[in-house]
């Protein structure tokens, strides 16, 4: 059986920090999102475990914003953007291991 978890933006954060000189509120629709499917049976390794969270972080990559090397703010939205994503689908897979 495969498990499947959404990764998404943190609107909050994202939008607020993005938006330059406009006044917008998101719902959890507008918050772009991708379902990762897993098999619950790798987290019984290590091995599965550390291969389930790095494709967790690839993904957050990709939903979250492109950080800028140029723009440290930017940049710093993109990574914290980055981590809470990764951070919500651990907690939401609820393993030890992904812990």
């Known amino acids: 059986m495969r498990n499947k ?16 000189g406009t006044a917008s ?19 019984a390794s290590e091995a599965g475990a550390r291969a ?9 990559q990709h939903v979250c914003p492109e950080a800028s090397g140029r723009n440290l703010e930017t940049l710093e939205v993109a990574r914290s953007c980055e981590k809470q994503a990764v951070a ?3 907690r939401a897979i609820n393993s030890p291991r992904l812990a």
């Not at 978890?5 to 330059?20: D, N, P, T």
């Not at 389930?52 to 957050?60: D, F, I, P, S, W």
């Open 88 to 90: 919500h689908a651990v």
């Open 25 to 43: 509120a998101a719902s959890a629709d507008d918050v772009p999102s991708v379902v990762v499917k897993y098999d619950p049976q790798s987290l």
């Open 5 to 20: 978890v959404v990764i998404g933006m943190i609107a909050g954060c994202l939008l607020g920090a993005l938006s330059v």
């Open 52 to 60: 389930l969270y790095q494709r967790l972080e690839r993904v957050a």
